[in-house]
């Protein structure tokens, strides 16, 4: 039997403390952002328009609308925000200052990914009953797609911190960002790609959110567009997909923690 | 039959609330690596007893910060060791971190968050925070609670920066160049508050650019030059190294400077002579040796002169 000692207890309530302080303080900065709150909120579910055009349960419609809503809800509310937070708190010296006391580095990148890693759940929670609403098919797997949008949430927020650790300051994050918007909106052109082209181009984490967006929503296999998976294999399906967004997350956790800086560059 | 010498028995560690605040011995930083390597701090050695303030004073770039980060635990040592309380600020960083408060050299806080704000967070991160509102009074800037940290004088932002640091009640704190940019009123008070904690048995090191506040402060002073302490002790002793002056304009236009390391002997012998031979000695001026001269002539001496 294993237990915990109170020491163990109250670091780790100390700890809890310490990230929703943070994070209250962060998700009050973003708040206080309107342009911000815009992009958070409504870019990501501008896609569901794209429903209004197709035929009631269409699933090439849904299919678009749903994927593009995901990952519009990864870049902007989580892997933008969080890059833009990151960069402007480290050159305002606020990481330098709050890292002279108790918090430790994880809680302080926890409290600086949250907020927009919620939002994007908000996001992703409130774009069930909006895709209903607007036509598209009952979702097979809903518990999977809100587990796609969290596991992509998490890995996105992560590229933004190894982004994060080599972008000079806030003007250029609007260049180095590029990369990972690249590697985001790839997987939703990929489906025209050659097969040889194609097989790498699902290794990237946009074609792994298309695919379990795909998989878990509508029932979809790889490119087909006849629904063919029932609840229990869309769990199968979406192996593939979770794993390479775990690597990606690995990647990106590995990279960050080599180059993270916490103060301008003098 | 065998004896064996009894062995002595070993005297008993000093108690832990005797440790000196702060021990830095033979401390060194150095930044890159290979040909572009650069030494910034070169064997320091410093102690800062509990209840008292030890100034750091030095030229821009003689090491005082990259000396005040490693101590803070922000940066390791390239060699040499730092003891806050008796305990390692990187391996025992949970347990120092709750006992030390620290204002670095430029503020840094976001500027859309209140003062309140600010301080409620801060004190979120903290594990027996003071009252927010007992800070605020403390650094006087309770009537600014609602203000946003943007609007806020550079004066009212270092202070808010000073309540952050006093937030976790520290027995240490590290106060990096505190008064920059703060009014003479505020800098008194903020004076004030330095020799309250001081008083309530709490350890002060500071870095300054003001040798008056040195002064003001200090129990004890180290001057930093060149990535080493080159003079440590307390006023008097730091200042006795260096010669008083007299200097007078001779009849004939001459301006004389003498120096010597006693002012009242060569003061009383020179007026006698210039009584004795009625030689009238115009603009007479004699100092003794003061801080200000005694950083001037290390800031300015050749770093090997200094080893």
């Known amino acids: 039997m294993t237990t915990t000692t109170p020491t163990v207890r109250s670091e780790r309530s100390a700890a809890m403390r310490r990230t929703t302080g943070l994070t209250r303080a962060n998700a009050l900065l973003m708040l206080r952002n309107r342009l911000n709150l815009a992009y958070a909120f409504v870019l990501p579910l501008l896609p569901m328009a794209f429903l209004l055009f197709g035929d009631r349960g269409d699933v090439g419609a849904a299919g678009m609308a749903l994927t593009s809503t995901v990952v519009m809800a990864v870049l902007f509310p989580v892997f933008y925000n969080v890059l833009s937070m990151t960069v402007t708190r480290r050159d305002e010296l606020v990481l330098k200052r709050i890292r002279t006391g108790e918090t430790r580095d994880l809680e302080l990148l926890t409290s600086l990914a949250l907020p927009g890693v919620v939002v994007a759940m908000i996001v992703g929670v409130v774009a069930i009953p909006l895709a209903l609403a607007l036509g598209a098919p009952m979702p097979v797997n809903p518990a999977l797609f809100v587990l796609a949008v969290l596991v992509a949430a998490l890995t996105f927020a992560v590229l933004a911190f190894w982004t994060a650790a080599w972008t000079k300051n806030a003007e250029a994050a609007q260049i180095t960002s590029m990369p990972v918007i690249l590697l985001a909106l790839v997987g939703q052109v990929a489906v025209s790609f050659p097969e040889e082209v194609r097989r790498w181009a699902d290794l990237t984490p946009g074609a792994a959110i298309t695919d379990l967006v795909r998989s878990s929503w509508l029932g979809l296999e790889g490119t087909s567009t006849d629904p063919t998976l029932d609840f229990g294999s869309t769990w199968a399906a979406a192996g593939q997909p979770l794993l390479v967004l775990a690597a990606w997350a690995a990647l990106g956790v590995w990279l960050t923690a080599r180059s993270m800086r916490w103060e301008p560059r003098s | ?307």
């Open chain 2, 1 to 307: 039959m065998a004896t064996t010498a009894p062995t002595p028995a070993r005297p008993p560690a000093p108690p832990a609330d005797r440790e000196p605040a702060l021990e830095v011995h033979e401390l060194r930083r150095s930044y890159g690596t290979g040909d572009a390597a650069f030494e910034a701090v070169r064997g320091v050695d410093l102690t800062v007893e509990r209840g008292t303030i030890v100034a750091l004073l030095g030229t821009n770039g003689a090491g005082k910060t990259s000396t005040m980060e490693v101590i803070e635990g922000l940066a390791a040592p390239s060699a040499g060791s730092v003891r806050v309380f008796g305990l390692d600020p990187i391996t025992d960083r949970a347990e120092v971190r709750r006992r030390t408060g620290v204002v670095l050299q430029e503020s840094g806080f976001s500027g859309d968050l209140t003062v309140m704000e600010t301080l409620v967070m801060e004190a979120a991160t903290v594990t027996d925070p003071r009252p927010v509102a007992e800070v605020l009074a403390l650094v006087d800037l309770d009537h600014r609670a609602g203000t946003r940290v943007l609007s806020l004088s550079g004066g009212e932002r270092r202070r808010l920066d000073l309540a952050c640091a006093l937030l976790c009640r520290p027995e240490l704190l590290m106060l990096d160049e505190p008064t920059t940019g703060l009014d003479p009123e505020s800098r008194r008070r903020v004076w004030d508050l330095i020799r309250g904690l001081r008083a309530d048995g709490n350890a002060v090191l500071l870095t300054t650019h003001y040798l008056e506040e040195a002064e003001e402060l200090a129990d004890r002073i180290a001057i930093m030059h060149a990535g080493r302490i080159v003079r440590e002790g307390t006023i008097a002793e730091v200042v006795a190294h260096q010669p008083s002056t007299v200097r007078y304009v001779t009849p004939d236009g001459e301006t004389t400077t003498l120096e010597t390391d006693d002012l009242q002997t060569t003061l009383t012998e020179l007026l006698s002579w210039a009584a004795e031979n009625d030689v009238r000695l115009d603009r007479l001026d004699a100092r003794s040796a003061s801080l200000e001269s005694t950083f001037l002539a290390l800031a300015q001496a050749p770093e090997g002169d200094l080893r």
